[in-house]
């Protein structure tokens, strides 16, 4: 449902300019003005004409950047696009203040339309995970496959380490913490952010972290930023308490896409445990699981998750010579030397 508070900032014509996101070598970024919206969109140019099209989606707190160590990786397989979400990267906000899950899938679906780009290869990584899978649900037209990172899918017990990010829902608990981390520095908030979100932070580089110590100090300039993180943490425990047909499993039940589910075991804010049980919502699935990832694998091992998103392609190319499923079992494949326990549900 669209949020019924109004928005607490300044329309995006009056906002405050800062530094904007920084675009790796071979990307360009664009913004695109849809009704409501104006979207950022990260891209890469094909490395051949016709290729198929992709859109990435990231996760709370994330921008289009997370897609970054991925998207060259699958140049000469798909044209990529990656997508800030309204109040995201360089996003500004939505106009009705609205960052539920309903309303960043209805963001999507409204580029999509409005690109004539579909249907797509669609990825997205914890918050983005919800919102495609709502988005593969609502518009099957527009999705050719489905990719999806530790999606935020409603667990009954969530993991003690989850809990922090899901309090930045309540009200005033946003306004607690900024008084309370007043004083931390940019490099302090990155390091602990990374060592939420990856499986080993020590595996990140020295530039890598350079990079996002930077994007945090510019981030930390928007004025819009801490309301956009609270507002989008309340629309993903909303999300969680929606039943019937709205509900996020049972609208995973009706995705008709082959999917592909990457899982990280050191995941502190996805229950790995949950892996299982989206391969059999899935009808149509694929499952990777990596002991050594934590919450962004396409960041942590980009290589492993393009390998099994190009096998994805080939079983599906295969199902449509033969008239067979899509699925298939694999056993093979390791990240850093370790066995990728990897099944197929549905």
């Known amino acids: 449902m669209p949020s019924t508070e109004p928005p607490s900032v300044p329309p995006a014509n009056v906002l405050p300019k800062v530094a904007a996101v920084k675009a790796a070598d071979g ?3 664009r913004a695109v003005h849809l009704p409501g919206i104006t979207l950022t969109v990260r891209s890469r140019r094909p490395a051949r004409e016709g290729l198929p099209p992709a859109l990435y989606v ?3 707190g994330g921008s289009s950047q997370n897609w970054s160590a991925l998207m060259p990786l699958l140049d000469g397989v798909v044209h990529s696009e990656a997508v800030d979400l309204p109040g995201f990267g360089d996003s500004p906000p939505p106009d009705d203040g609205d960052y539920s899950i309903t309303g960043n899938a209805r963001a999507v679906i409204r580029y999509l339309d409005a690109s004539g780009r579909g249907p797509v290869h669609l990825f997205g990584n914890s918050l983005g995970g919800a919102v495609v899978t709502r988005v593969a649900a609502a ?3 527009l999705v ?3 990719t999806l990172v530790s999606p935020a899918l409603p667990e009954i017990r969530v993991q003690r380490t989850a809990v922090p990010t899901g309090l930045l829902a309540l009200p005033g608990v946003v306004r607690l913490f900024n008084r309370l981390t007043r004083e931390w520095t940019a490099e302090q908030r990155v ?4 060592a939420l979100c990856y499986g080993d932070p020590g595996k990140v580089s020295e530039e890598g972290f350079r990079n996002a110590v930077e ?3 510019r981030r930390l300039q928007l004025p819009y930023f801490w309301d956009a993180m609270a507002r989008s943490a309340r629309g993903i425990v909303n999300a969680y308490t929606l039943g019937g047909q709205h509900a996020l499993w049972r609208q995973a039940e009706r995705v008709l896409a082959p999917t592909l589910l990457v899982y990280g075991g050191r995941d502190q804010l996805v229950g790995y445990r949950m892996a299982q049980r989206a391969a059999r919502a899935f009808r149509d699935s694929r499952l990777l699981t990596l002991p050594d990832a934590g919450h962004v694998a ?3 091992y980009p290589e492993t998750v393009a390998t099994a998103f190009r096998e994805l392609l080939a079983n ?3 199902a449509v010579d033969t008239g067979k499923p899509a699925g298939g079992e694999r056993t093979d494949g390791a990240a850093d030397s370790e066995p990728a326990n990897q099944t197929t549900g549905g």
Do not use: K, S
Request: net charge negative; hydrophobic share 35%; glycine share 8%.
């Open 27 to 29: 990307e360009r970024l």
């Open 58 to 60: 990231h996760g709370l």
């Open 139 to 141: 518009r099957p037209d």
């Open 144 to 146: 050719r496959t489905l």
């Open 191 to 194: 390091r602990g952010v990374m």
């Open 215 to 217: 994007e945090m100090e």
């Open 298 to 300: 396409m960041m942590e």
């Open 316 to 318: 599906t190319a295969d």
